[in-house]
């Protein structure tokens, strides 16, 4: 009877080790699994982000625009283009430490004012900006780009050219429309500079 007993308790022990092992061996599964899925989430997020600015990089923007071309839904999209004027001069004149302190307001600015869900904020290049807009109208662009103008005023010592265009055909033509928008706004400024240094 001793003996039977005996062996019971180790046939219950033998079974709970192994037990125990088996929810080790899923535990230790499920841990490394995690870790990589956390790894690849952190090396997701630093493949799409700006390490100065903190936003969207260039490359997060190539993904988004592919992304969305296989999207059938014929939403309204819109691609705003934002340049820092005169940045090389900043960063010549006070330095990168300077440029990069502007860089990190612009987006701040940016992702401020374009807040809501229908906006993406992106640094494309070195002073250059992006903002994917969707579902919003040309007077809700216009609105918000009369807000950043009021908030670059108010800093004084920043100034942004912008152009903004609606992606009908492809995002390729959008840009360019928009990025040559851009261009004759900057160069309107420096006519008007250069008037006024004339008066």
């Keep these: 009877k001793k003996m039977t007993t005996s062996l019971v308790l180790t046939t219950i022990i033998i079974i709970l080790l192994i037990v125990i092992l088996m ?4 535990i230790y599964s499920l841990n490394k699994k995690n870790k990589y899925v956390d790894e690849a989430n952190m090396w ?14 260039r490359n997060a923007y190539n993904l988004y625009v592919e992304e969305k071309k296989a999207d059938t839904n014929k939403e309204s999209r819109w691609i705003i283009l934002f ?3 005169d940045f090389k001069i900043i960063n010549d004149t006070k330095g990168h430490l300077a440029g990069d302190v502007v860089l990190k307001e ?10 809501s ?12 900006f992006l903002v994917l807009a969707e579902n919003v109208s040309e007077d809700e662009i216009v609105e918000h780009l ?3 103008k009021r908030r670059f005023e108010r800093n004084g010592e920043i100034n942004l050219s912008k152009g903004y265009s609606l992606i009908k055909d492809s995002p390729e033509k959008a840009f360019r429309y928009a990025d040559e928008m851009l ?12 008037s006024a240094e004339n008066i």
């Excluded at 997701?44 to 990089?57: Q, R």
């Excluded at 869900?117 to 250059?128: A, K, L, P, S, T």
Aim: glycine share 6%.
């Design 106 to 115: 612009v987006a701040k600015s940016l992702l401020e004012i374009f807040s």
């Design 183 to 194: 261009y004759a706004d900057k160069l309107s400024k420096k006519r008007r500079n250069c």
């Design 83 to 85: 340049d820092v004027d």
């Design 44 to 57: 997701h997020k630093l493949a799409v982000t700006d390490d100065l600015t903190g936003i969207y990089n």
């Design 117 to 128: 869900c229908q906006y993406r904020v992106f640094r494309i290049g070195g002073d250059e």
């Design 146 to 148: 009369i807000l950043v």
């Design 23 to 26: 929810l080790l061996t899923i």
